[in-house]
T-cell receptor, first 117, second 113 residues
């Protein structure tokens, strides 16, 4: 079964500093990988996704992520953080794992980002 | 604008009562999902439906029930059998069962006392 680990529960960065959020996955085949962001009391918004091809993917709000098969990682990065980036970030891996052949997303436990002004 | 709506935003119930959470989408998506979110546990799949009139149990279906009578609607009932129902509930949809990309609603926070 697939799994996702986000080793950092909380991260604090200063506004304008660079950011890297870690994500490690476990899956036997080529994974489909996602990063979602959640503001307090809100739903999840898709930041970016990796299905195949270029291992560096660009997303919305200036975020990017790099797929490293050898390290089973899909870390999220941003060169310069804005105060509005404060939120919870979830990494997810997709796999064909549902009854009837459907696709299941398995989520990590999330990383809470705090931005200091 | 296309999207997913969940109502109400906040819901309060007494222990022992069933409660139904609404989820509606106008994205013309075939597949819909219900997740439960608890602090520090990420999202856990409760039920999913890949097509109208069909649904399947997810990882934590005990104490919950669903229906899928219309493509646009996938209501979730939290029954009195659910031992710890207080949580944030998220509904999502995707184009079809072969699509990995899921779109989420704004969520319903249920508090049971």
């Amino acid at each position: 079964a697939q799994s996702v680990t986000q080793p950092d529960i909380h991260i604090t960065v200063s506004e304008g500093a660079s950011l890297e959020l870690r994500c490690n996955y476990s899956y036997g085949a080529t994974p489909y990988l996602f990063w979602y962001v959640q503001s307090p009391g809100q739903g999840l918004q898709l930041l970016l996704k990796y299905f195949s091809g270029d291992t560096l993917v660009q997303g919305i709000k200036g975020f990017e992520a790099e797929f490293k098969r050898s390290q089973s990682s899909f870390n999220l990065r941003k060169p310069s953080v804005h105060w509005s980036d404060a939120a919870e970030y979830f990494c997810a891996v997709g796999a064909i794992a549902l009854t009837g052949g459907g696709n299941k997303l398995t989520f990590g436990t999330g990383t809470q980002l705090k931005v200091e002004l | 604008d296309g999207g997913i709506t969940q109502s109400p935003k906040y819901l309060f119930r007494k222990e022992g009562q069933n409660v139904t959470l609404s989820c509606e989408q106008n994205l013309n998506h075939d597949a819909m999902y219900w997740y439960r979110q608890d602090p520090g546990q990420g999202l856990r799949l409760i039920y999913y439906s890949q097509i109208v009139n069909d649904f399947q149990k997810g990882d934590i279906a005990e104490g919950y029930s669903v229906s899928r009578e219309k493509k646009e609607s996938f209501p979730l009932t939290v029954t009195s059998a659910q031992k710890n129902p207080t949580a944030f509930y998220l509904c999502a949809s995707s184009r079809g069962y072969s699509s990995y990309e899921q779109y989420f609603g704004p969520g319903t926070r249920l508090t049971v006392t």
